[in-house]
């Protein structure tokens, strides 16, 4: 007997709890039996009863098909239930803040972290330009990060400052994407809330312990400068008159005696070899120390350097200043001294060049100083994460000063070092 839709049960096997409940489940079967009025009847009076039992056959295999089509989609629905509701609960109890925008910016959705960095009732959220939620300082950011992301890229990472009622502000890093549309949906996109505001503190905290620490390393650079420059000055001015007065004393004993006694004579002649050696070894280490010649200017203390290093290795070595008239206080020609004899013994040792080339220039109150070799080369990354304590230690240098170092070079085909250093010509140390 057909069942009236009153005493009919759900797709689900539940009774409908209400009448309006009652006719939404009603209509799918009014709809069919509303296409079923218009659609030609086939002649019943035709049919033989075989063709009425199979027919019969077929419609309760079909019924069946459809019971079992039916709790398939019931248990579907149920796992999907149980999959939303344990999305939502990932979603609303995530550490990060979960935004969903419109595309122009518009919140329309946001979880519990989200809310608590903006510092507002989720609700109370729904229709807010989350752009009224960040800094002044830094709202051009958001709108170039939030334009981006619908003129090119479809995701954008940006870091920002939202508002914060103790601390003033919260450091945030705000990653949004373009959310998938379903056809006519309103365009809109995704944003993710990190907090960053304890790294930041701690990038504060190694950013002034850097800099603390290089200032530590820029007064010790300089008190080992003078401590050099003072013995050097000591050795020259009183080790070497001494060394010089005993030369003079070996020359005379050697005019007014060594004639008239050959062994005296050879002593003496050892002895002035042994003076002389002495002396040598005194110059050298003055020089290792610090080079009397830098009192005479960086451009003589850079042409004393090639015509060392030319010596020493047997290498060409061509200098050329496009500033003669160049002067720098102590600190600057001590600073550029060092660098340049750094650079030097870097590429004695490994470059294994023919030729470098020197080239110093000063402008806007900029020095400039290049130094190519035409070695081997290397591969600058494979060099950075080792410990490459030459260059190192020029970089360091120059950071100290507020210089920069760039560094071109590949395998066999040489290396340019471009030094930039701030000046102040003629400034008194």
Request: glycine share 6%; with cysteine.
């Amino acid at each position: 007997m057909t069942q009236k839709p009153n005493d009919r049960q759900d797709s689900c096997g539940q009774p409908p709890s209400s009448t309006h409940e009652q006719s939404v489940q009603a209509s799918p079967r009014q709809r069919a039996e509303e296409h079923g009025d218009a659609m030609d009847r086939p002649a019943f009076q035709a049919w033989t009863p075989e063709e009425t039992e199979r027919l019969l056959d077929e419609l309760r295999i079909y019924r069946i098909e459809l019971a079992m089509q039916n709790e398939e989609l019931c248990r579907t629905r149920e796992a999907l239930e149980v999959s939303r509701a344990r999305f939502f609960d990932l979603y609303d109890l995530a550490p990060l803040g979960y935004l969903e925008l419109t595309e122009t910016g518009l919140i329309l959705e946001a979880n519990r972290a989200a809310a608590s960095l903006l510092e507002a009732t989720r609700d109370s959220l729904v229709g807010q330009p989350l752009s009224s939620f960040i800094l002044p300082e830094d709202q051009d950011s958001y709108y170039r990060c939030h334009g981006q992301l619908w003129t090119g890229s479809e995701r954008q990472s940006c870091e920002l400052r939202l508002r914060h009622a103790d601390t003033g502000f919260r450091w945030i890093r705000l990653e949004t994407s373009r959310r998938p549309m379903a056809k006519g949906e309103t365009p809109g996109c995704l944003a993710i809330l990190s907090d960053m505001t304890e790294q930041k503190k701690q990038e504060q905290d190694l950013l002034r312990s850097r800099t603390k620490l290089r200032a530590l390393a820029a007064y010790r650079e300089k008190v080992r400068e003078d401590e050099r420059a003072h013995i050097a000055r000591e050795l020259h001015d009183d080790l070497g008159q001494y060394l010089t007065a005993l030369r003079l004393d070996a020359n005379l004993i050697e005019m007014l005696f060594a004639k008239e006694n050959a062994e005296l004579t050879k002593r003496v002649e050892g002895m002035k070899q042994l003076i002389d050696r002495v002396i040598a070894v005194t110059r050298s280490a003055i020089s290792r120390l610090r080079p009397m010649v830098l009192d005479f200017g960086i451009l003589s203390a850079a042409e004393w350097l090639v015509a060392d290093y030319r010596k020493r290795t047997g290498t060409l070595c061509h200098l050329d200043m496009l500033d003669p008239e160049l002067e720098l206080n102590n600190d600057q020609a001590t600073t550029v001294f060092r660098i340049l004899q750094e650079s030097l013994t870097n590429v004695a040792r490994h470059a294994q060049a023919t030729c470098v080339d020197i080239r110093m220039r000063s402008a806007g109150g900029l020095l400039y100083l290049n130094v190519h070799d035409d070695g081997r080369g290397f591969d600058p990354a494979v060099v950075r994460n080792k410990n490459a304590f030459g260059l190192m230690g020029i970089r360091e240098r120059l950071i100290i000063y507020g210089g920069t170092l760039k560094i071109d070079s590949q395998p066999e085909q040489g290396t340019t070092l471009e030094i930039v250093l701030p000046i102040k010509s003629g400034q008194a140390s």
